[in-house]
């Protein structure tokens, strides 16, 4: 085979001024000076990609809230081992959001900071001695809680934040459960047998706390099921939650339930498949809306949660 190199000479152009672009500069940012609100800030944000849906997702919250639709947060352990209980408790305070989920982990360190104030052993340390995970009242206190609230009729989320409202711990107001607890919001826990340092402790009822897991996904379930017009947010967890989310919207769609135009968000520091897959792409595929937010927690939480404040 013999071949040619290509001319260009007779390539058909056109003006740029004509063409339809992606970019323009009405959607460039301003810069910010000194004396501006949170609001100027918000507004010298640029009208491009993630900056654009950080404002959107804001104001999809705020729509969810004024129209007194659901607003639910999925939560992994590294949200509140970066300090941001306070800003998703204030939250729940102003009614913003109506409810939480949690994976297993999450007790351990909601409580750990509501006890003690500070949490997040340092595994490395620790797991050469077999130290690890072997504080005693952590293991202890949340697994008597659990054991004594399931025969109470409740759930993980229920028994634990009941432990802490009731308690006196120094720092209780600093613990999403007992929030939970005291302003009668559904927090859920989604435990997977194993994962957590409670679970080697000897005070561990595996039957109450299955029970107490299975509990909480019905009633997470319930949450799910009023989805209709409301925003369903995944935050910094990558495998659990994402598949307890398809699975409690598999069975409400099942049951009859409409949930088909809401809003799901995933917010993490690296995008994994699972919450893309099952909580921003699938759910939403029959007329909903799903967004990414990449960054780092300890700041896009506190970023976003600032956005819904000032458009409310």
């Known amino acids: 085979m013999k071949f040619k190199p290509?001319?260009?000479?007779?390539?058909?152009?056109?003006?740029?001024?004509?063409?339809?672009?992606?970019?323009?500069?009405n959607a460039f940012a301003k810069p910010i000076t000194h004396n501006k609100t949170f609001k100027d800030f918000l507004n010298s944000l640029p009208h491009i990609l993630a900056a654009e849906n950080l404002k959107q997702i804001a104001s999809s919250i705020v729509a969810s809230h004024k129209n007194n639709?659901?607003?639910?947060?999925g939560i992994g352990a590294h949200v509140i081992k970066v300090g941001l209980n306070p800003v998703i408790i204030d939250l729940m305070e102003?009614?913003?959001?109506?409810?939480?989920?949690?994976?297993?982990?999450?007790?351990?360190?909601?409580?750990?900071?509501?006890f003690a104030g500070m949490t997040s052993e340092d595994v490395d340390a620790e797991i050469g001695a077999g130290k690890f995970g072997m504080s005693e009242e952590t293991g202890k206190l949340l697994n008597n809680a659990i054991k004594s609230g399931v025969k109470k009729g409740w759930g993980i989320g229920k028994s634990v934040g009941e432990l802490i409202n009731n308690s006196k711990y120094p720092y209780k107001d600093l613990s999403i459960l007992a929030a939970g607890a005291r302003l009668d919001i559904p927090v859920t826990v989604h435990v997977a047998i194993g994962t957590d340092i409670i679970h080697i402790h000897p005070q561990m009822d595996g039957k109450a706390t299955g029970e107490g897991s299975s509990r909480d996904f019905k009633l997470f379930a319930g949450v799910v099921a009023n989805l209709e017009g409301g925003v369903?947010?995944?935050?910094?967890?990558?495998?659990?939650?994402?598949?307890?989310?398809?699975?409690a919207l598999t069975l409400v769609r099942n049951l009859g339930h409409k949930v088909e135009k809401f809003t799901t968000v995933n917010m993490d520091f690296i995008q994994h498949y699972r919450p893309l897959t099952n909580v921003v792409r699938r759910p939403t595929k029959k007329g909903g809306k799903g967004y990414t937010l990449t960054g780092h927690h300890e700041i896009m939480v506190p970023l976003l949660a600032a956005a819904v404040k000032e458009e409310l």
């Open 6 to 25: 290509i001319s260009s000479s007779n390539l058909k152009t056109y003006s740029l001024k004509t063409r339809k672009s992606k970019v323009g500069i």
């Open 69 to 73: 639709k659901t607003v639910a947060v």
């Open 94 to 114: 102003i009614g913003v959001i109506n409810a939480v989920a949690m994976n297993g982990a999450c007790i351990v360190h909601d409580f750990e900071i509501a």
């Open 232 to 247: 369903y947010l995944n935050i910094g967890s990558a495998v659990l939650l994402p598949e307890i989310f398809l699975k």
